[in-house]
């Protein structure tokens, strides 16, 4: 069962799996002739899908240097360059090389711009739910009793409820809560909270099974003897243990966060058509779906499976290389 | 036993009246429902009349409490939209999703069971490692996309299958079926295909993985040794093996279908459950938006419990509560 | 397993062989439409589409004909009465209800009983009304609370009930959303109409078919008409293509070359009586707490100036609309062709007025649109906040369902908005001038939003509101709006498209400006 997940259910957790003595190593030279660079080496569907994310990744972050148009800036659209086609079609224009949308945005600038929305809404929601989901873990296994109880139910109210369902919720909540002039500011980081609040429980659970196990190891016993503060074997001994799964699962949750935000802003209720990410690119460009406009939802829709493709190959690869069964 | 029943359903119970909090603490500032249900020309005093006449004006407590004894007994009011009982009218809506989760179960076993056996055995082959990559690309494809395609393709260009609604339906006592009529039946396929995209990539991977540990284990390499013919070896021995989890995730993953629907149902306008869930996101039709928070979350729950019950009852050891901790509750 | 999931895959093939083969003989309309209406009852909601449709059921005392023009219908002819105030409808003859039931005097006031009733919604349309009295069982009277002109205009919206059906079931009190009880008349409908209602089932599918016993004699062929809401655009250009839809009355616009351009299906377009506009808030401050530089003439007219409306008209609106100086189309009575200038556009004179009116560079306020609202406002919003932000400023575009934007809209918490105004059902320019252009007070500004008051104009909308000499009253009217646009109190900006789409099935569907499908003039 170690093997599954899906966008709108954490996968089941897993347990199967045995903590290994395995960890991340972090240096360079430690890096490079590890088991795992091997194993990435030798798998060239993961060093092409790393290679193209990487790419993706760069484009999106130096959009600004690169893309021939600032999609947010206002002032910069020009309705008279509205809906051309991309530039090898007909009447293409330069420097639109993939056309432009109804509002006369560069569809290249605003996939650029839009990449970069969606990879930071993803980043920032995984990177989030690890941090509250790798603290509440922790704490709720190494201390046990009510703090536990306390964490862990409110963790099950969290996953009684679909995934989607609770992000939708949020995200639409706090859209018609807030005044419009903040709305703009805060979309992102509502998105993030939306897509995070469901997903920390998954990293818990993880980290509290196997800190439930070390607290007992004689080690650790030990060391509470000789009064070492509990965050420090928390963090140095029993956070390391668990780093191999939720590494994997934060890999693949990467791919999901991507494709949770896409799915909120393509159902209206994510980000706004003023800063686009690539949900929000479709949505608009559906509408135009039988209007003959197809590069408007067509483009956008490409980079969006590519990105969250690329980082599924490489969450499959880093799943097998790091599943000792499958070896 | 006795006592683990007792404490999962209690525990089941607690959860249920905590998502009835979250819906009515979200609902509770969400939107305005009076704006939605006074003429454009009703004057101010009409609105705070009729504010004061739904009890929004009530404290927070008293409101909680009336919605909390009025959702036990099924009770969510009137639809702020439609006008009607919103229990009925989830009612109506209920045949119609459930029959389209259903036929995307179907099709994700139909399909995702044989395609798994495959990649396992013939791990190797060209033709496994393409469909590992087409198990990656359906992961990867988001539905909406899926079935913008879908319509794209098979109904505007190939005018094969309609592009949205349910066709004919019959009604049998209170359930209106699609599945008895040729128009019904076509108007599933394509909804269907688009739903159970992602749920066959998982069946296909699940039934995958647990085959190339079944096909590790020493029983199997008797039977080779044997000279078991290999395909009753695969198709029958191993496969029945990894049946009792696939049929797990089935269940499980049908609370979630429910949910995801959502998403099929905005694309194909499909008269379900989501789409009523959706359009009243617009309208801030608050009582359907509870209903609906509630009774998904508590066919998961109830879907959870049974799991969790089952497998205590399969294996004892998961009774005592700290391995449950560990234990089967996605 | 197997054998069944087997039979099911090759059912579904089946299927697929066999989708929409059933043939009818009846003239059947597939009525494809962007909404649903929300109730079979039109008392329950104060919505023009829902009246609109069940207008196909349900019938009022007068009603306009092809030419919007008022013509009798259940009443066939009226006096107003010495007092001035008491109006005498003298009712058809022979006219019954779907039920059987004869239409009398009694339904006539057991409907006025339940449209003025506290509790109904749609109380606000006949803002005059105080009593009724049946004098015989065809003639009853009904007394206003002044002179009034425009009360034919209201009742044309003003369906009526059957009293036994009503009193039967309990019904004779409006639908109470409050008192959380389901209303009968919302799932069931008794009218006099050319159709009555088969079935419903909200959001799928309504069904009406021919009321074989309608007192006027019927101009349409059509049997039965299966309404059923596709409220996603792009599924419902599929759904005309492919022939599950015969006619839609909303084809978006941008995709009628395509349609037009598709075999079996016939585009009709027209201008919509609905004006685009764009208000302004005239209170202290902005919602930020800024203070408020639109109170200032320059600053509002600077706005307009800054919208470059033929461009806008040219490939927002696709050519379709008609660009609009005046607040009311050319169609409605009080439009004076004098209004309908347009200003040229002209960035350098706004930046020249905004700095005059000493508005800072890069003030920002909050533009409030509607996603579910006008056609294509998401993007002519775009577009104008786009115009704005050339001139210096930096709208905050706010666009949401009209549920979440309505409330900031009266409550204040917005600043500059659109509206879109079609003098619906009264079809003068009294509607736009009470409803929007008075201040707020009473029945009158109900959709002043941004909260402004020209006491020289709200003295000619009630001087026009009861003289019943029409050429005065219409005078007056043209003068109030010519304040409207001196005075730049909204912006028009253009009168919007429309657009229907039918199969070849159908072989006439008469467009109205309204925008209101009549299919009782349709043929197959």
Not at chain 1, 135 to 145: C, D, N
Not at chain 2, 51 to 66: C, H, I, K, V
Not at chain 2, 84 to 106: H, K, N, S, W, Y
Not at chain 3, 132 to 138: C, F, G
Request: aromatic letters at 10%; hydrophobic letters at 50%; glycine letters at 8%.
């Amino acid at each position: 069962m170690a093997d599954i997940s899906h966008p709108d259910a954490p996968a089941r957790e897993d347990t199967a799996m045995p903590p290994t003595s395995r960890r991340f190593r972090l240096l360079p030279a430690a890096w490079a002739d590890s088991d795992l660079w091997f194993s990435f080496r030798s798998h060239p569907s993961a060093v092409f899908a790393a290679c193209l994310l990487a790419l993706i990744a760069l484009t999106a972050l130096f959009a600004p240097l690169i893309a021939p148009q600032n999609p947010y800036d206002l002032a910069a659209l020009e309705l008279w360059n509205a809906e051309l086609p991309p530039l090898w079609a007909e009447s293409g224009q330069w420097p639109y090389l993939l056309g432009t949308d109804t509002q006369g945005r560069d569809i290249l600038s605003a996939i650029l711009y839009g990449s970069r929305v969606s990879l930071v809404i993803g980043l920032a929601s995984v990177v989030a739910a690890l941090a509250v989901g790798l603290t509440l873990g922790l704490v709720a296994g190494y201390f046990g009793g009510w703090v536990d109880n306390i964490i862990m139910r409110a963790g099950d109210v969290l996953l009684s409820m679909p995934f989607i369902l609770i992000a939708i919720l949020i995200s639409a909540m706090a859209t018609a809560a807030l005044p419009a002039g903040l709305k703009g500011l805060l979309a992102l980081p509502i998105l993030v909270i939306a897509i995070a609040v469901p997903s920390w429980v998954q990293y818990a659970r993880t980290v509290r099974a196997s800190a439930m196990v070390e607290r007992r190891r004689e080690y650790v016993q030990a060391a509470r003897l000789i009064r070492v503060k509990p965050w420090r074997i928390m963090l140095h001994h029993i956070l390391p243990n668990t780093l191999t799964p939720v590494m994997v699962a934060a890999t693949l949750n990467f791919g999901l966060a991507i494709l949770s935000e896409a799915t909120l802003s393509f159902l209206g209720v994510g980000m706004p058509p003023d800063q686009p990410s690539l949900g929000t690119l479709i949505r608009v460009g559906n509408q135009y779906l039988f209007s003959g406009l197809w590069w408007i939802v067509v483009f956008p829709s490409v980079q969006l499976c590519l990105i969250v493709l690329c980082v599924n190959m490489i969450g499959d690869w880093l799943r097998d290389a790091l599943n000792p069964k499958l070896r | 036993m006795l006592a683990f029943l007792i404490k999962r359903t209690a525990n089941a119970a607690l959860v249920m009246l905590a998502v009835a909090l979250l819906a009515f603490l979200i609902f509770r500032f969400f939107g305005d429902p009076v704006e939605m249900m006074v003429n454009e020309q009703a004057t101010q005093a009409d609105r705070a009349e009729l504010r004061e006449r739904l009890g929004l004006n009530d404290g927070f407590a008293t409101q909680y409490l009336r919605f909390v004894a009025h959702a036990a007994q099924g009770d969510f009011g009137i639809s702020y939209r439609n006008q009607q009982d919103v229990m009925t009218l989830i009612g109506e809506r209920f045949p119609a999703t459930f029959e389209l989760v259903l036929v995307a179960t179907v099709i994700s076993l139909v399909l995702g069971i044989p395609l798994g056996v495959i990649t396992a055995v013939y791990r190797r082959s060209k033709l496994a490692d393409a469909l590992q990559i087409g198990s990656i690309v359906g992961v990867s494809l988001p539905s909406f996309v899926t079935g913008i395609l879908l319509i794209l393709a098979f109904s505007v260009s190939l005018g094969w299958l309609p592009a949205f609604g349910r066709g004919e339906t019959v009604d049998i006592g209170w359930w209106s079926t699609g599945l008895l009529t040729p128009s019904g039946r076509a108007a599933l396929v394509l909804p269907a295909l688009s739903l159970s995209t992602f749920q066959v990539t998982l069946v296909m991977r699940l039934v995958r993985a647990e085959m190339l540990e079944t096909l590790r284990t020493d029983y199997v390499k008797f039977a080779r040794a044997r000279g078991v013919p290999a395909a009753r070896i695969h198709w029958r021995h191993a496969l029945r093996n990894c049946l009792m989890p696939v049929i797990t995730l089935t269940g499980m993953q049908i609370g979630n279908l429910i949910a995801f629907a959502l998403v099929t149902e905005t694309v194909f306008q499909w008269p379900g459950m989501g789409l009523l869930f959706i359009q009243a996101v617009t309208f801030v039709d608050i009582p359907v938006m509870a209903a609906y928070l509630m009774l998904v979350s508590f066919i998961f729950v109830l879907l959870n419990t049974c799991v969790d019950i089952t497998y205590a009852w399969v294996d004892p050891r998961l009774r005592d509560d700290t391995a449950k901790a560990g234990g089967g509750n996605g | 397993m197997t054998p069944k999931n087997l039979a099911l895959a090759s059912a579904l093939a089946l299927a697929t062989m066999l989708g929409g083969a059933a043939a009818q003989a009846e003239n059947v309309l597939k009525w494809g439409a962007n909404r649903d209406i929300g109730s079979l009852d039109p008392y329950s909601y104060g919505d023009s589409f829902t009246i609109n449709v069940l207008n196909h059921v349900y019938e009022g005392l007068v009603r306009y004909n092809r030419e919007l023009k008022i013509e009798p219908a259940l009443a066939t002819s009226w006096e107003i009465l010495e007092d001035g105030v008491t109006w005498r409808f003298h009712l058809r003859e022979g006219v019954t209800f779907h039920n059987g039931n004869p239409f009398t005097a009694d339904d006539v006031l057991a409907s006025l009983a339940r449209v003025s009733d506290p509790a109904s919604p749609l109380k606000g349309n006949l803002p005059a009304y105080v009593s009724a009295e049946v004098v015989d069982p065809l003639t009853i009277d009904i007394t206003l609370n002044g002179t009034y002109p425009l009360l034919l205009n209201d009742l044309t919206n003003i369906h009526i009930f059957d009293k036994e059906w009503l009193v039967e079931h309990g019904a004779e009190k409006p639908t109470d959303i409050g008192a959380g009880v389901e209303g009968y008349a919302t799932y069931n409908a008794n009218g006099t109409g050319p159709f009555m209602v088969e079935s419903r089932q909200p959001d799928a599918k309504t069904v009406f078919v021919k009321n074989p016993g309608w007192w006027d004699t019927p101009q349409h062929n059509i049997d039965r008409i299966e309404f059923t809401p596709v409220t996603s655009a792009a599924t419902r250009v599929a759904a005309l293509l492919s022939g599950e839809i015969d006619f839609t009355n909303d084809a978006p616009v941008q995709d009628l070359p395509r349609l037009e351009a598709a075999p079996g299906v016939n585009v009709l377009e027209g201008v919509d009586l609905r004006t685009v506009m764009i208000g302004f808030p005239f209170r202290e401050t902005l919602a930020s707490g800024a203070p408020n530089p639109f109170s200032d003439i320059r600053a509002r007219e600077a706005l307009y100036d800054a919208i470059d409306l033929e461009l806008i008209h040219a490939r927002v609106m696709r050519g379709k609309s008609r660009v609009a100086g005046a607040t009311v189309a050319p169609q409605i009575p009080g439009y004076a062709p004098e209004l309908d200038s347009v200003p040229a556009y002209d960035p350098e004179k706004a930046r020249a007025l905004l700095a005059e009116a000493g508005v800072p560079e890069g003030l920002e306020f909050q533009f409030n649109c509607v996603s579910d609202g006008l056609v294509n406002e998401e993007q002519f919003c775009q577009a104008i906040a786009a115009m704005w932000a050339r001139i210096g400023l930096k709208p905050q575009l706010d666009v949401a369902p009209r549920a979440v934007q309505t409330p900031k809209r009266t409550n204040g918490q917005t600043d500059i908005y659109t509206l879109g105004w079609a003098t619906l059902p009264m079809l003068d320019a009294y509607s736009p001038l009470l409803q929007i252009f008075h201040t707020k007070e009473g029945n009158a500004g109900v959709f002043n939003w941004g909260g402004w008051s020209f006491p020289e104009l709200d003295a000619l909308i009630d001087a026009a509101g009861s003289e019943l000499d029409t050429e005065k009253r219409l005078a007056m009217e043209t003068e109030a709006l010519a304040i409207v646009k001196r005075e730049f109190i909204m912006l028009p900006l253009h009168q919007q498209p429309m657009a229907w789409a039918t199969t070849d099935a159908v072989k006439q569907m008469p467009l109205f400006p309204d925008n209101k499908p009549r299919l009782w003039y349709a043929q197959m």
